[in-house]
């Protein structure tokens, strides 16, 4: 009797665990989760930002010529979300490891570029 519940135990741990989301399909969801808490923190930053452009400029000129730089320096910002969706969006094609890695690569190279771009000054949004 006692291998019985042992055998039925085992089955029932392995049955549990095989239901489950995979390792990499829990890094993907995370990953995909905070490149999305990172993008809705910079579109927050980049809209306020923006503003901000606009009110300290003191001529229609000066501030078409200021917002004009800074939307060339963020369009690297905006391609590397780009990059780091579309290799997300490989990785959950691909089953296999570099792909993966590759997708996680591209989020944190996300992070770092905001990080860098903005100084530090993103927040991620609050959430109702």
């Known amino acids: 009797m006692p291998t019985r ?16 989301p995979t390792a990499k399909e829990k890094a993907l969801k995370y990953s995909l989760t905070g490149l999305n808490a990172a993008r809705d923190g910079f579109v927050v930053w980049d809209e306020a930002h923006q503003k901000k ?12 010529a200021a917002l004009a730089a800074y939307r060339f320096k963020r369009e690297r910002v905006l391609q590397s979300f780009t990059v780091a969706y579309s290799a997300l969006a490989v990785a959950a094609l691909d089953p296999s490891a570099e792909m ?21 000054d993103v927040k991620t949004p609050e959430t109702p």
Do not use: N, P, W
Request: charged share 20%.
């Open 100 to 120: 993966l890695i590759e997708a996680l690569q591209a989020a944190r190279e996300v992070y770092t570029l905001i990080k860098t771009f903005t100084d530090g």
């Open 53 to 64: 452009i606009v009110e300290d400029a003191t001529s229609l000129e000066e501030g078409k």
């Open 5 to 20: 519940r042992l055998a039925l135990v085992i089955f029932v741990a392995l049955a549990a665990t095989s239901c489950g």
